[in-house]
């Protein structure tokens, strides 16, 4: 019995060992991600560099940026360019492409292969889907955003072009198609691969296209879900997400939608939308520790709200109002002020820092020779950094039409049903100025007629009477 008690003394003296040992293995492995971390809190902010530029936030995260949605300008920069693992945000992209399948529904069902569920790793992201069963579009679309489930991907790229390869190579195409540089996909779940990466800047062109989908904005920010059993797929699932910026650990104002992503050799990835007084920021984090991916987006997103502002060009410009410019409009117009040819785009916006006015800004004129619409955009920065752009354009087919009003005035109508009121006066003035100068005409062309014709017949007159007196001389 002795020996009993000393064995399990033993046993779990030996017990508390290995815990010990585990928990400081596990203390030295988290202290090192850490010590990275705040390492990395020291790296060089480039948009920091600008001058007189908002000062942006230190992250710890190895890259970071914060973009404007509707302009893509970016606000903030840190080694955005850094091709990097994007781990499960790569199936924003998955996503996009399975609603852009040319005649897709979100009631189209989606079959589970044996490839499909089995090459997923048994420690990748699933929801127990097994082959032979399927789901909706809709629900594999909550799959994969609220659980992240690989397998769910994989079937996806199955539905949509036909066997995952195919799918990676469309992923690639709409990578390069949208303004990617630095991203290569070999995978529809993000699964670490060597092959398969991308940069900051890339992954928030991508959420840019993403967010603009708003169905798909809308499952991105769904904490919970519920699939429903169906003849095709048995199983009652209701689970939740583990982005704590749905579930509401961190809040954040105006969140449009948010996907994390993590592996070993990634680290925390995130990657976020969200609005507020009109203006819509992206954020993207990649290889931050936990729970600073929130932390440092929530600190981008302050200081990218608190600091910028979206405006309109055409309600500030002056230098370029071709309103006000004689070149482009005729002083003398008989029917008053036209409309100028050229005009600015009154939809063309730029970011501007809250620290400077519009005056502030430089600005100058690209010509375009690609546009017959556009003559020329007119480029805008402040100490260097690029701000956005306004068309110049050009006004085509301003037919236009005129008729009388039944008052003292002359109405112009054009063809989108502006009509412009004219003074019947200026057309009077114009008519007199006519009427005098072709009764001026008229005298002096009547006074030139008589005077030519008096000086002809004075001109024969003068012979006949000498040929008279010669011939009386010869009678004589």
């Known amino acids: 019995m002795n020996n009993f008690i000393k064995f399990k003394k033993v046993l779990f003296s030996g017990f508390l060992s290995i815990n010990l040992i585990l928990s400081l293995s596990l203390i030295a492995y988290a202290d090192k991600f850490t010590d990275a971390m705040e390492e990395r809190r020291s790296w060089p902010v480039k948009s920091n560099e600008i001058e007189n530029w908002p000062e942006g936030p230190a992250v710890g995260a190895a890259s970071a940026i914060l973009l404007e949605a509707e302009t893509g300008i970016i606000l903030y920069e840190k080694n955005v360019d850094e091709k990097m693992f994007p781990a499960s945000t790569t199936k924003l992209m998955t996503c996009m492409l399975a609603m852009e399948k040319e005649g897709s529904s979100l009631k189209d069902m989606v079959s589970f292969s044996y490839d499909a569920v089995h090459s997923v790793t048994p420690d990748a992201s699933n929801m127990g889907m097994d082959a032979g069963e399927a789901m909706t579009l809709e629900d594999c679309l909550y799959g994969i955003m609220v659980l992240s489930a690989n397998e769910v991907c994989n079937a996806v790229a199955e539905y949509t072009s036909g066997s995952v390869d195919s799918f990676v190579d469309l992923m690639n195409e709409k990578a390069e198609s949208i303004g990617c540089k630095n991203t290569h996909f070999n995978n529809a779940h993000g699964y670490t691969d060597p092959d398969h990466y991308t940069s900051a800047y890339d992954l928030a062109l991508i959420a840019r296209e993403f967010f603009k989908n708003e169905f798909l904005a809308k499952v991105s920010r769904t904490c919970t879900y519920h699939w429903y059993p169906t003849d095709t797929q048995p199983d009652d699932i209701w689970l939740s997400s583990k982005n704590q910026f749905l579930n509401k650990t961190y809040s954040l104002e105006g969140l449009i939608g948010s996907k994390t992503g993590f592996t070993d050799e990634s680290r925390q990835v995130l990657v976020t939308g969200a609005e507020r007084n009109g203006i819509t920021l992206i954020c993207v984090v990649m290889e931050e520790e936990t729970p600073y991916q929130y932390i440092d987006s929530l600190a981008l997103f302050n ?130 100025i006519i009427v005098g100068i072709l009764f001026v005409y008229l005298i002096i062309r009547r006074i030139f007629s008589a005077f030519h014709f008096s000086g002809r017949r004075h001109y024969y007159v003068k012979p006949r009477k000498r040929k008279k007196r010669k011939r009386f001389n010869e009678d004589d």
Not at 314 to 341: I, L, P, Q, R, W
């Open 303 to 432: 200081y990218g709200f608190n600091n910028f502002t979206r405006i309109k060009v055409a309600d500030n410009e002056t230098k370029y109002d071709m309103k006000n410019e004689s070149f482009f409009v005729t002083g003398y117009d008989v029917f008053g002020d036209s409309s100028s040819f050229i005009s600015l785009d009154p939809d063309s916006e730029i970011i501007l820092p809250k620290n400077c006015e519009f005056t502030d800004l430089d600005s100058k004129l690209i010509y375009k020779d690609d546009d017959e619409s556009v003559l020329a955009d007119i480029e805008y920065s402040y100490n260097g950094k690029y701000l956005g752009k306004a068309g110049l354009i050009v006004e085509k087919d301003n037919k236009t039409s005129f008729i009388f009003g039944d008052t003292n005035e002359f109405i112009e109508e054009t063809e989108d049903n502006d009509t412009t009121f004219i003074y019947v006066n200026n057309i009077i003035k114009v008519v007199a």
